[in-house]
């Protein structure tokens, strides 16, 4: 799961350089955490 969180991290940063947008970022992320199969395990790692 270390890769899965990595992957997540990357998308995260991926997403804040394309969206500057704060409530974009925010509604990007939320779809992200959403698609996962893991999404609470995911939010507490990263947050």
């Known amino acids: ?3 899965a969180s990595f992957f997540m991290l ?5 997403c ?3 969206f500057n947008n704060k409530t974009r ?3 990007t992320l939320v779809g992200c ?3 996962s ?6 939010t ?3 947050f």
């Open 25 to 27: 970022f925010e509604n």
């Open 1 to 3: 799961m270390a890769t």
């Open 16 to 18: 804040k350089t394309h």
């Open 44 to 46: 507490h790692e990263s």
């Open 10 to 14: 990357k998308l995260a940063q991926l």
């Open 37 to 42: 199969t893991d999404e609470k395990r995911m």
């Open 33 to 35: 955490f959403v698609t």
